[in-house]
């Protein structure tokens, strides 16, 4: 067959799908829309790589830290920046104080003049935050007047909440706890990360991104068949006028072809409008500019290449069963039973290809990309292929029951893979959650631990800078709303004798009642002095805790308060007490004091934490908090604790999947109305016939809903059990025991039956539409 014939074959049927009237542009349309709205989906992942790269390129080009280079003097190109991050309401601000030391000072990305003291210039998602009545408590934290905004050049994302502001004397400010340095210029190239990474995440990577791709490529093969029992009748007038059942064939595939092309333009145009409506979503706190999703070229042009190509191939290949006569065709008969062995040999197939690399998940492991691409994507496209055979085996069983269940049984019977390719993305998507939920859950505790912090008894704290007064200090925070206790711990190191730092003994100030958070002893008063046993860390702290020892300190280099040597005996009186673990999990040794039994000198050289303990029932408590610490210094800003610390890659990887499940799961639910509204257009005049009959519209809204509950719990059952099974080989891969993550599977499942319910229920009044009399009028 020469490539022209094939040409002018594909030709008419492009113009049958546009010249068939009403009907052929509304059979069209559909197509383009499902296959649209997966071309829309497919560019905004071939974008993702360019928007990442960007968020990277834009976060190094503000950076202004300076770790491990020389410290700058002063100079007319130098700016001093602090970090004055805070959080607001779980959603992180990024704030900088600067004071330009001179008229070539840089300025920061996307910032158009230094702002005055007293004065900041914020991003737009801040600036409409703060005029908001949700921000009122972070206006009070940031008691500047903004005199500007900061340019898409010095943001990472549309709604990202950040602000410079200007400060004077904020050098004395480095001196202490707070964050900063001096610079002569932004962007730290040094910073970026060049940690290789471990083969377990870029599995996660890997799989991540077939999953979140496959459904796409089934929902578009989906779409391209819509139409398919009007499309027998014309197949069957055009084999009436003489042509053979090939040129049909080609003749079909030109009006798929037709419909992925104008869902190409469609889902262009889909993506463009997504583009410019991303700069007001955050998705997981991930935003991103419209500028920063442009597709790369090359895969734009092999989505373009591959779409209209899988459109002529699927229709060619779903019509190698169909025999087309004149007088109708064969399909409207019973079917031939599909046969089971070629359907195993795809699952089969794609655990041969992972089988291999079990094991391999440990630091010396590697794992072959195009085996597990390869592998998982046989796996998934397996579920494709048994579904069918499922629904039909399980159908040709049921028996009887109620009409609307008669109805639905009997259309299922008949029409078993239409149901099943409705189906066979919700399917697809669900068992490659599942396998990825069990490959989380299972490698989690290599990425993830529970931290030191004892949050039952502080779930905050801070460190006070040089010279502050502790007990004023702690009498603000206790009067701050939300605040339940505040516990205070000075700290000082001293020497056995003056100017030796070889063996020291930590000294901790605090009331009794702070005390007892650090070490338990039967009774105590202010002036009472403690020596601690059983720490982990007592060194010499039993040889320098005993009565009569004298200790002593100095200022450091930094010329510290006081500038000024000290010296404190242990006193005779001093009694016994065995060490606790603190808040942080840290063991304290050493010697405890009370404030009475403090030397006066010595009060110069303590430095001093605070644990704050947060009544989670009173609202927006954490903010109370640190609008009180940005009142004291709003550069050193309350610590939160956190029961679970995370890996940053493996964090970031499990946010890129939620974003991209989201993604997924709406164009499933959108792509599945479509295809389900097409249903029913298709069985208009039958539903119409059904109701001038005495059918009652309830019975038939019943059967539609059982048409869809039947095949999509068949669907959900076979996807649970693939899932499962892939996820246990993507565990043993890692190295990894298998365990069945239930909670997960079942999350899973019944999230993909939420979505079917939800399209069920949006296409019930069209189908109450549809079941009017005048359903019946023919043209």
Request: net charge neutral; with cysteine; glycine share 10%.
């Amino acid at each position: 067959m020469s490539a022209r014939q094939w040409g002018r074959d594909l030709a008419m049927g492009a113009r049958f799908a546009f010249a068939g009237g009403r009907e052929g542009w509304t059979r069209a349309l559909l197509t383009a829309v499902g296959v649209g709205l997966g071309v829309a989906l497919l560019l905004l992942t071939t974008a993702i790589p360019n928007a990442l790269a960007e968020r990277n390129r834009r976060e190094e080009a503000r950076s202004d830290h300076t770790f491990g280079q020389q410290e700058l003097p002063r100079a007319d190109n130098t700016l001093i920046v602090v970090d004055a991050d805070t959080t607001y309401r779980d959603r992180d601000v990024r704030g900088r104080l600067l004071e330009p030391e001179g008229k070539e000072a840089p300025r920061p990305p996307g910032v158009a003049a230094f702002p005055a003291d007293g004065e900041m210039v914020v991003s737009p998602a801040l600036k409409e935050l703060l005029a908001s009545d949700d921000g009122k408590l972070l206006r009070e934290r940031l008691p500047y007047r903004i005199s500007g905004t900061i340019g898409e050049q010095g943001l990472v994302g549309s709604q990202e909440l950040a602000y410079y502001a200007g400060g004077k004397g904020l050098m004395e400010r480095l001196e202490g706890p707070a964050s900063g340095a001096r610079i002569d210029s932004f962007g730290n190239p040094d910073l970026a990360s060049s940690d290789p990474w471990d083969p377990v995440l870029l599995l996660l990577v890997l799989v991540v991104f077939v999953v979140l791709l496959m459904p796409v490529a089934v929902f578009i093969a989906a779409a391209v068949r819509f139409g398919g029992e009007r499309r027998d009748r014309r197949l069957a007038a055009l084999r009436l006028v003489g042509s053979d059942s090939r040129m049909t064939r080609r003749i079909a595939a030109g009006e798929a072809l037709a419909g992925s092309v104008l869902g190409l333009v469609l889902g262009t145009g889909f993506f463009l409008l997504g583009r410019q409506l991303a700069a007001s979503a955050e998705v997981y706190r991930v935003s991103v500019f419209p500028s920063y999703l442009n597709p790369s070229p090359l895969l734009a042009v092999l989505v373009a290449l591959a779409v209209p190509t899988a459109a002529v191939l699927v229709t060619i290949l779903a019509l190698r069963g169909v025999v087309i006569e004149p007088l109708g065709v064969v399909r409207t008969a019973r079917p031939a039973r599909r046969r089971l062995w070629w359907r195993l040999l795809l699952p089969l197939g794609g655990l041969a290809l992972l089988f291999p690399m079990v094991g391999q998940g440990d630091d010396s492991g590697n794992f072959n990309q195009y085996l597990v691409i390869g592998g998982v994507m046989l796996l998934l496209i397996g579920v494709t292929a048994l579904l069918p055979w499922v629904v039909e085996t399980v159908v040709a069983r049921l028996g009887s029951g109620g009409v609307a269940w008669q109805l639905a049984v009997r259309r299922l019977q008949l029409s078993s893979g239409v149901a099943a390719r409705m189906v066979n993305g919700i399917a697809v998507a669900v068992a490659g959650a599942i396998a990825l939920q069990m490959l989380f859950a299972g490698v989690e505790g290599n990425y993830t631990s529970a931290s030191r912090y004892d949050v039952s008894r502080a779930q905050m704290s801070v460190d006070l800078p040089d010279g502050a007064d502790t007990a004023a200090t702690v009498a603000k925070y206790r009067e701050t709303e939300g605040v339940r206790k505040v516990t205070a711990l000075s700290d000082v190191h001293l020497g056995d004798r003056r100017g030796e730092a070889e063996t020291i003994i930590q000294i901790t100030v605090a009331d009794c009642a702070s005390l007892r958070e650090v070490a338990t002893f039967p009774d105590c008063r202010d002036g009472d002095v403690f020596a601690v046993k059983g720490s982990e860390y007592d060194g010499d702290s039993e040889r320098l805790a005993k009565p009569g020892t004298t200790l002593g300190a100095e200022s450091d280099d930094s010329g510290r308060p006081g500038d000024r040597a000290v010296s404190w005996t242990v006193p005779r009186d001093i009694r016994q007490a065995e060490s606790r673990e603190d808040p942080t999990g840290y063991e304290r040794g050493g010697i405890l004091l009370t404030p009475g039994a403090l030397p006066e000198k010595l009060g110069a050289f303590l430095s001093t934490r605070l644990f704050l303990s947060v009544d989670p029932s009173v609202p927006d408590a954490y903010d109370h908090v640190r609008n009180t610490a940005a009142r004291l210094d709003p550069t050193v800003p309350p610590m939160t604790w956190h029961s679970i610390e995370s890996n940053d890659r493996y964090a970031a990887i499990r946010t890129g999947l939620s974003v991209g499940a989201a993604c997924v799961l709406a164009l499933i639910g959108a792509s599945m109305l479509v295809s389900q509204l097409e249903q029913l257009r298709e069985r208009r005049k039958l539903l119409s016939a059904l109701v001038a009959f005495g059918t009652r519209r309830r019975t038939l809204g019943l059967s539609v809903l059982w048409q869809t509950a039947i095949p999509i719990g068949l669907g959900l059952l076979l996807a649970a059990a693939v899932g499962m099974a892939l996820g246990a080989v993507l565990l043993r891969m890692t190295s990894t025991s298998v365990r069945v993550d239930w909670p997960s599977v079942l999350s899973m499942t019944g999230i993909g039956a939420g979505v079917v319910l939800v399209v069920t229920l949006l296409s019930l009044p069209p189908l109450l539409k549809l079941m009017r009399p005048d359903g019946l009028r023919t043209e």
